[in-house]
């Protein structure tokens, strides 16, 4: 069936994904002190990174507004239906406007047909569900068949970040300055996990490293026993080399099907800052 996938700028998707699927994305917004930007559009990585570094600066961010995702819809052509899979209401106003886009197509055009999906989770979670939709498309699965099966898939959906620097956090105000200062002192690693509300959790704090990153592998194991039919997804903050390490790690614990890795664009970056890794998978299905 021809469907158009769409997302916003709270997704991060790999460079092998993105030739695999023909994904539209809506930008969301980053707010610097001298003006305003959209990620994916006209900030790439290295400018974002180097602002940060040169401004000491976090950029607040916002989501794309109901006109935005109205005239992405509109682009498509009417016969065409479409899913949106939108970063978690948990964390954002994105998923609402993203519904008020569709209602206003809809006024213009009862006809067509818009899904949003609140997936939530954010980032490479949200590449995972868009690789689920490709791959249940292809098995000519009807609109309602796909929209039903994706929003199971939500609800099995485990992302789990760990971050190197709680610098992000200070900077941004996300975090107190002298709780943060004491965890860099005694270099503490926070582990965190989407909830069922599709906001994020701290769920352990490691000290260390190493010591965090084996915890997090670990983890895995906790929500799933079964993995031969399924796929890992691996975002990182500016930092590929050791990311490929990490894949090549769970790979070779957990007999994953395939692993796709990815970099956190400028939205997740700017919460998670350098070195954070995120991983997704789906979780075994409880009985």
């Avoid at 996938?5 to 001298?34: C, N």
């Avoid at 590449?127 to 609109?143: D, P, R, S, W």
Wanted: net charge neutral; glycine share 8%; charged share 25%.
């Amino acid at each position: 069936m021809n469907i158009q996938i769409m997302t916003d700028g709270g997704a991060d998707i790999g460079q092998r994904m993105l030739e695999k699927l023909h994904v539209h994305i809506v930008p969301l917004y980053l707010h610097f002190s001298d003006g305003q930007y959209k990620s994916q559009e006209n900030m790439d990585l290295d400018h974002f990174y180097k602002k940060i570094a040169e401004n000491k600066e976090i950029p607040t961010t916002s989501a794309a507004s109901p006109h935005d995702f109205y005239k992405a819809y509109k682009a498509v052509k009417p016969d065409v239906p479409i899913i949106m899979l939108s970063l978690s209401k948990g964390l954002s106003s994105t998923y609402e406007n993203a519904v008020a886009g569709k209602n206003l197509l809809l006024e213009e055009e009862p006809n067509r047909q818009i899904e949003v999906i609140n997936t939530k989770t954010a980032s490479c979670g949200i590449a995972l569900l868009l690789h689920e939709t490709a791959k249940i498309g292809a098995q000519h699965a009807t609109f309602e068949e796909i929209v039903t099966h994706l929003r199971n898939r939500v609800e099995q959906t485990t992302t789990l970040f760990m971050l190197k620097t709680l610098d992000n956090l200070i900077l941004g105000g996300r975090l107190d300055k002298v709780k943060g200062a004491i965890a860099k002192t005694l270099n503490i690693k926070l582990l965190m996990k989407g909830n069922g509300e599709g906001k994020i959790e701290v769920t352990e704090k490691v000290r260390g490293n190493k010591k965090a990153m084996r915890r997090m592998i670990e983890q895995i194991g906790d929500y799933a026993k079964s993995f031969e039919d399924k796929v890992i997804t691996l975002a990182h903050g500016n930092d590929e080399e050791r990311a490929r390490s990490i894949l090549g790690e769970i790979m070779q614990r957990y007999p994953f099907k395939d692993g796709f890795l990815m970099q956190t664009g400028p939205l997740i970056a700017s919460y998670g800052g350098e070195g954070a890794i995120i991983i997704s998978f789906f979780a075994d299905a409880k009985n």
